[in-house]
């Protein structure tokens, strides 16, 4: 037993080591290098590789029947529900009070996860690390997802949520940062696009993180070596994705796919992303199309990050966090 016992004890140090030589020849932290071992692992299990999407349909299709609960560890975070809503949590800062919600800053958070994942604990994670650093409020809608709704149901639950923060909870659109990971970038784009069509107000500036703002990813350079790094970010899968919950639509329709539409006119922008996110030379894009469009943009690239780098519990992440406060403080300042 001893034996074993020294035997998984060399594999274990052997590991560590093999992941701090990586970090460091990276330059990233070894909480990083850990997250990126875990995605990798990850990436050989999980129900959508290998082409087996009518099982990780199935699972999806069946968890997404009802709203996702507010369950104890949510909670734990200081997340409730919002008022009567039970698809919609926020969560705030410990000493926020209602006394002062006419002038807390508010993030309006869509969560990405692909368009038939729930949002994981890392996200709701950060969305209470936020709340703490605005000093206000995080308010995340658990929008309808996948493959058992499509896009417009999304879209018509995110501006009853959004308006019914302004018009029944006395919400200043100037007190609202839109924040948006991945697809939720995507749909974050999409609803401000709406708004502005609609002549609806809208809020005061957005936060994209690694948004996919063309999920059919047909006009980008696509870095397929790096799925290995990202399994929630394979191309097939999430073209799959971007059909099935944008019908009836076409999948490069603009109210999912915001690509094709204008960014004339939007508030301004800031762009989270890493060098090893597969849509990083989608973000450059970006970044030239915004400032052509007199879009205002705030470009922030991160080396050696993956994809939605933000959620997670590294150091590189409380960095970007802070970027973020930043940057919502900047525009405000501006006003």
Do not use: C
Not at 96 to 107: A, D, F, L, Q, V
Not at 192 to 221: E, F
Not at 247 to 267: A, H, R, T
């Amino acid at each position: 037993m001893r034996t074993w016992d020294k035997m998984a004890g060399g594999v274990l140090l052997g590991v560590v080591a093999s992941q701090l030589v990586r970090a460091r020849k990276a330059n990233i932290s070894y909480q990083a290098q850990m997250v990126e071992d875990t995605l990798s692992v990850m990436s050989a299990v999980l129900p959508g590789q290998k082409s087996n999407y009518d099982r990780l349909y199935r699972i999806a299709y069946q968890a997404n029947v009802v709203p996702s609960e507010l369950t104890w560890g949510k909670r734990n975070l200081g997340f409730d529900y919002l008022d009567d809503f039970t698809d919609t949590f926020f969560v705030e800062k410990n000493d926020t009070h209602e006394s002062n919600s006419r002038k807390e800053r508010i993030i309006f958070y869509l969560t990405g996860g692909g368009y038939w994942l729930r949002p994981s604990i890392f996200h709701f994670h950060m969305a209470s690390k936020l709340a703490n650093l605005i000093s206000g409020k995080v308010v995340m809608p658990m929008f309808p997802k996948g493959p058992t709704h499509h896009i417009v149901d999304a879209h018509k639950m995110i501006l009853s949520r959004y308006l019914y923060l302004i018009r029944e909870k006395g919400v200043d659109p100037s007190q609202i940062t839109i924040v948006g990971d991945s697809t939720g970038g995507a749909l974050a784009v999409a609803f401000m696009q709406q708004l502005r069509n609609y002549q609806l107000p809208l809020p005061q500036s957005a936060i994209l993180i690694a948004p996919i703002l063309d999920g059919t990813l047909q006009n980008v350079l696509v870095e397929f070596d790096q799925v290995e790094y990202e399994p929630f970010l394979q191309p097939k899968l999430l073209a799959l994705e971007t059909e099935t919950f944008a019908q009836p639509f076409e999948p490069i329709d603009p109210l999912i796919s915001p690509w094709f539409g204008s960014f004339k006119g939007l508030p301004p922008v800031q762009v989270i992303i890493g060098t090893r996110d597969m849509t990083m030379s989608y973000a450059a894009l970006l970044k030239e199309r915004a400032e052509a469009e007199s879009l205002p943009i705030d470009f922030n690239i991160y080396p050696h990050m993956a994809h939605i780098f933000p959620i997670y519990p590294i150091p590189e992440a409380d960095l970007a966090l802070a970027d973020m406060v930043k940057f919502i403080e900047k525009v405000a300042a501006e006003v």
